[in-house]
């Protein structure tokens, strides 16, 4: 593997807020308000902008060759954390719950990405059957639904939404903030299909992650499903899929000649673990010691002056739920009561039997009240077609962000990633964000291969 080279390589200059003239620069040419990127202004992570920048033809041509081999899912969301020193992604949702907050002005990109993914996965389709969350009160997940919804009608295709609630007997209306409505109808199933009352659809959109395990209406159906049942979570493997991204980052940093360690974060997994009855806890604590070692001769090899820490996830789900950091392997060894309890089940109780252990990377991007904020990208296909900021008033540079109290601040990341300017400043209005499409779609890469595997095993 190929060294950074020097030029690459720096001490991380602690946040501090921009000159007025600065901030003015960097906005000028966007359309919308962004947050103060304060390290990526005068940080390492500027010199690793304008490497990707220099080399841009390179990777969207190796990009194309990977998608040919490897076709996308139909959409993701990537959370990615910017330290300045280091760009990577930390979380990959293959169910993503955001549209509404994406930037309306980049809509019609939605919709012709959305047609591209359609037309490659059923080209004969005319109407589509979304399967969603079974959530009824939650104002912030219906909204998403009304906005893909909308994607999905705008492409052309005929759209109802099937619901998996068994309580379900006639179809339901729900009036929405926004001033739209959504209508939600029980699934049924005859023989290999699944309809709503008087609608038999040509493919079925998957809006639900699965967590509660998989529906048997959906198994074995002769319509085309995606994303396909098996990248659900009561199948899919946060571990897996950073193994994978660890070969995709290692591919790309041949390609452009830096250290893979700048967009991945080491990571390390043990066996069964029960947070309850107190087993596996030498795993983790010994686990803990190791990965923490490794980021400290990471940060060595850099010139990094931070202090190294963990973040314990689920191996399974999403929604911010059992995520906990750690700084050293004392924090693991005599966890409370509340923090085994915390830990031991996320999304709809489903009991944690297995964690992800990854490398925190520090995120010192904030709004304009100073609020720590990162990025989330939104791809539909191989596009990347959307982003917002999930900000958080009360969370630090080193602490999830996702959890209650967050908000979100959309931001056109589609002009900005896709139509980067190598002749302008790397901070420039439309190429302050190209870093960030090309770091989430190495992610998508790694979605799609772990995809691609995971159906062979499905056969």
């Given amino acids: ?22 901030a003015n620069d960097m906005a000028v040419h966007s359309l919308h308000t962004v947050p103060h990127l304060t390290t990526a202004l005068t940080g390492p992570l500027l010199t690793l902008e304008s490497h990707l920048l220099a080399r841009q033809s390179a990777i969207e041509s190796w990009l194309r060759r990977q998608w040919l081999a490897t076709p996308a899912p139909i959409y993701a969301s990537v959370d990615l954390r910017n330290a300045g020193f280091k760009l990577a992604p930390v979380d990959t949702n293959l169910f993503p719950a955001g549209f509404n907050n994406l930037n ?7 919709v012709q990405a959305m047609q591209t993914a ?33 994607i999905v009608t705008q492409a052309g295709y005929e759209v109802r939404i099937g619901s998996l609630i068994e309580e379900l007997e006639g179809p339901r209306a729900v009036d929405l903030p926004s001033g739209r409505r959504v209508v939600l109808e029980p699934l049924r199933r005859e023989g290999r299909r699944v309809r709503v009352d008087g609608f038999d659809p040509c493919m079925v959109l998957l809006n639900n992650d699965l967590a509660g395990g998989r529906p048997a209406i959906l198994e074995g159906i002769e319509q085309p499903i995606a994303p396909p049942l098996w990248m659900g979570w009561a199948d899919r493997s946060k571990f897996r899929h950073f193994e994978h991204y660890h070969r995709v980052a290692a591919e790309f940093a041949a390609l452009v000649d830096i250290d893979p360690w700048l967009v991945e974060p080491l990571y390390r997994n043990c066996g069964e673990i029960d947070f309850l009855r107190r087993e596996g806890e030498a795993c983790l604590e010994r686990n803990v010691a190791q990965l923490l070692e490794a980021i400290r001769a990471k940060y060595a090899e850099h010139g990094v002056d931070r202090e190294p820490f963990v973040v314990i996830k689920a191996d399974a ?31 709809g109780g489903r009991a944690v039997r297995r964690v992800l252990l990854q490398e925190g990377v520090y995120t010192f991007e904030t709004w304009e009240d100073g609020a720590v904020a990162e990025p989330v990208v939104y791809m539909i296909d191989h596009y990347v077609v959307g982003g917002f900021y999930r900000v958080h008033t009360e969370r630090g540079p080193s602490e999830n962000l996702n959890a209650p109290g967050m908000h979100f601040q959309p931001l056109a990341f589609a002009r900005s990633c896709n139509t980067p300017d190598a002749r ?11 870093a960030y499409g090309v770091v989430a779609r190495l992610a998508l890469l790694a979605a799609a291969r772990e995809m691609q595997e995971a ?3 499905a056969r």
Wanted: hydrophobic share 35%; proline share 11%.
């Fill in 118 to 150: 359609i037309e490659r996965l059923c080209p004969t389709a005319s109407r589509v059957l979304i399967v969603p969350e079974s959530h009824t009160r939650n104002l912030y997940y219906l909204e998403s639904l009304a906005t893909l919804a909308e």
């Fill in 317 to 347: 789900g999403t929604y911010g739920m059992a995520v906990m950091v750690a700084r050293s392997p004392e924090e693991v060894r005599g966890l409370s009561r509340r923090q085994r309890t915390r830990m031991a089940t996320t999304k």
């Fill in 1 to 22: 593997m190929q060294r950074m080279p020097a030029a690459l390589v720096g001490t991380l200059t602690p946040p501090t807020r921009p000159a007025p003239g600065a």
């Fill in 104 to 110: 309306p002005a980049f809509l019609p990109l939605c």
């Fill in 455 to 457: 159906a062979g095993g």
């Fill in 424 to 434: 302008r400043e790397p901070d420039a209005e439309p190429n302050r964000f190209y």
